[in-house]
């Protein structure tokens, strides 16, 4: 608007710029928000110290898959290439030397099938 030949900005950006945890680029619009759920409890209860902490988020993201799978894969992170990234996904822990997780939306039926993200 402007008021006797005077610009007046009525939109005042926020200056909390909302950054995509894939490509740490500021995300313009509304982000794309990811939860990760709690690790499903094995057979064993595990005690909180032996846990592996995930934070569970939201993580926000541009809203483009791709930029999901690069923040997976700088985590050395699987993707169960059997679903999808979806708003909520579940951690699949994957024994090992160095215990790492994979992603799925765990919505299919069948086995997962884990690649790289
Ligand atoms: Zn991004
Ligand atoms: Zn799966």
Do not use: Y
């Not at 699987?78 to 679903?83: E, I, Q, S, T």
Request: proline content about 9%.
């Amino acid at each position: 608007m402007e008021i006797m030949g005077i610009r007046i900005p009525t939109i005042v950006k926020d200056n909390v710029a909302v950054r995509c945890d894939g490509c740490l680029e500021v995300i313009d619009g509304s982000p794309w928000r990811l939860n990760v759920l709690d690790v499903v409890a094995a057979e064993t209860p595990v005690s909180w110290a032996g846990r592996p902490a995930i934070n569970p988020g939201p993580f926000q993201f541009h809203r483009d898959a791709a930029h999901v799978r690069t923040w997976m894969a700088k985590r050395g992170w699987l993707f169960c290439r059997r679903g999808e990234i979806r708003e909520i996904m579940r951690p699949i822990p994957i024994p090992g030397d160095e215990p790492r997780l994979a992603l799925c939306d765990g919505i299919h039926r069948d086995d997962h099938e884990l690649i790289p993200a």
